[in-house]
C-alpha cells in the first residue's frame, strides 16, 4: 500500500473539490494518506512517504516540485486549479477521479526541468509587462468565468497596460535593452492557454525567452494570434524576440510585478536559471 504525502492548497481554482474529498478518494483507492498545508511542502517531502501528491493549480506546483526534488520523492499531480496549464501539458488526467488513480497507483516516473526567479522555483512561465496586470484583473472574475477570465483580463491589460522598461543579458550577451510589453521566460515553452513557442524542447535543460517589443498598441493583437497559431519563432516575427538559454538576466524597476505560474510576485532584478531534473513527475 503506497504511503502518500498529499499536499493541499485550499485556495486552487473554484474551490469546489475540498481537501478531505482528495484525501478520502486517495484513501478508497488504497493508499495511506497524511495530509499537509500548501506552506507544508517541505515537511510533506520530508515526511517518509512514498510520494507527495499536490491537489492545486499552477501556482502550486513549483514549490511542491522543488521540495518532492530537494528529497528525491515522486510528485504526482491532482489537478484542481482554475487553467491547469501544466498537468495538461504533461498529460495528466483533468478529471478528478483519474487524476486521484494516477497518483495512488501510477508507477511511471519521468524527470521534469525546473525553472527559478532567483530563488523561487517554477513550471510553466514567468513574466512582466501585460500579463501580471492580466492577472490581477483575472483574479476578480475567475469564479465566474473559470479559464476565460484570463482573456477577458489579459484584453483589459492590453488597452491601458504602459510599456515596460528592461534589459535582457545571456551571460555576458545583452539579448533585449528597450521597452517591452512583455518579456516572458518559460520552462517548456508552453504558455499557457494552447500558446505555445514553436522550438522548444522539453527537456534540453534551456529557458525560452520571449519578448514582445513596445510598439503601435494595435499590433498586440496580432502578436497574440501568431503565438497562438505557434508561428512566433518560425517567421521570425516583426516585434518579437526569441532567445533560449541556460539562464537569463533580467533587469526591470524594483518591485515590478510578475506573473510566476499564476501568482504575481513583485521582482527587480532577477537571475532565471533552469534544473534539467528538478524532481520527478508520476505520468501515466
Avoid at 525567452?209 to 518560425?234: C, F, P, S
Amino acid at each position: 500500500m503506497a504511503s502518500i504525502a498529499l499536499v493541499a492548497n485550499r485556495g486552487s481554482g473554484s474551490g469546489a473539490v475540498a481537501p478531505d474529498e482528495v484525501e478520502a478518494r486517495l484513501e478508497a483507492l488504497g493508499a495511506s494518506v497524511v495530509a499537509f498545508d500548501r506552506a507544508d511542502a517541505r515537511q510533506a517531502a520530508a515526511s517518509g512517504a512514498d510520494r507527495v501528491a499536490l491537489a492545486g493549480g499552477d501556482g502550486s506546483v513549483g514549490p511542491v516540485a522543488a521540495a518532492a526534488g530537494a528529497t528525491g520523492v515522486p510528485l504526482a499531480l491532482i489537478p484542481v486549479g482554475t487553467a491547469n496549464n501544466f498537468g495538461r501539458a504533461a498529460g495528466v488526467p483533468e478529471e478528478l477521479q483519474r487524476a486521484c488513480v494516477l497518483a495512488a497507483r501510477g508507477e511511471h516516473l519521468r524527470p521534469m526541468e525546473l525553472g527559478r526567479a532567483g530563488e523561487l522555483p517554477f513550471v510553466n512561465l514567468a513574466s512582466a509587462g501585460l500579463a501580471p496586470v492580466a492577472a490581477i484583473r483575472a483574479e476578480r472574475l475567475k469564479r465566474v468565468l473559470g479559464s476565460q477570465a484570463y482573456t477577458v483580463g489579459a484584453a483589459a491589460a492590453a488597452l491601458r497596460t504602459p510599456p515596460l522598461e528592461c534589459r535582457v543579458k545571456a551571460g555576458e550577451k545583452t539579448v533585449f535593452a528597450g521597452r517591452t510589453w512583455q518579456a516572458m521566460v518559460a520552462v517548456s515553452g508552453a504558455f499557457g492557454s494552447g500558446v505555445r513557442v514553436e522550438a522548444a524542447e522539453a527537456g534540453d535543460g534551456k529557458l525560452d525567452l520571449v519578448v514582445v517589443e513596445a510598439d503601435a498598441r494595435w499590433r498586440l493583437l496580432g502578436h497574440a494570434y501568431r503565438m497562438r497559431e505557434r508561428r512566433v519563432v518560425a517567421e521570425r516575427t516583426r516585434g518579437i524576440l526569441h532567445e533560449r538559454a541556460e539562464a537569463f538576466d533580467i533587469d526591470v524597476p524594483a518591485a515590478t510585478p510578475f506573473n510566476v505560474d499564476g501568482e504575481v510576485i513583485e521582482l527587480g532584478r532577477t537571475r532565471f536559471t533552469i534544473e534539467r531534473a528538478g524532481f520527478q513527475l508520476v505520468v501515466g
